[in-house]
């Protein structure tokens, strides 16, 4: 892992097939960090398809799909799997079907190398998740080794604390007061 983006970098420019839809004809789609562009942007990326524990998280991603819409978030998904094999595993598997947010993918893994997620033995990503400010700067990010799946909850906690542009204490949860409120009103 010679190159690593970080908190506070610029998120790199790409511009990488994705798959939006099993329906014929409207499967495939151009990402690129320019639909990243004055949103909050969630990107999470998982190791290999037609694997056990990442479509517990992608399905979970779904899951919550409202929960970042209701907070202007966009949401994406990567690995370095090409996007034939992401649409074959979403016809596949019954978890991902219906998908709501682009499947990337980094077949080149450029993407994945200059941020920093590749893993050195079998060239695939981490389990990383990245939270880009609507200006393109990483504001937070998490990295998981290839067994352990993620806690979207937290993804979506940490997501509200950096929305706020407060002071947010140690398990801090949505609705509860900052700490800048609490400087505030003492």
Known sequence: MSNCVT?????????KKSVVSIEKGKE?????????NGKWT???WWPKDFTFVCPTEIAEFNNKFSDFEDRDTLLLGASTDSEFVHLAWRNDHDDLRDLRFPMIADTSKSLAEELGILEENEKIAYRATFIIDPDGIVRWLNINDLSV???VDEVLRVLDALQTDELCPCNWSKGEETLTQQMQSA
Request: proline letters at 4%; glycine letters at 8%.
């Open 28 to 36: 495939f789609y151009d990402i690129s960090n320019e639909d990243m």
């Open 149 to 151: 799946g993620r806690n």
């Open 42 to 44: 969630v990107m999470f």
């Open 7 to 15: 908190v506070g970098s610029k998120f790199p420019e790409f511009k």
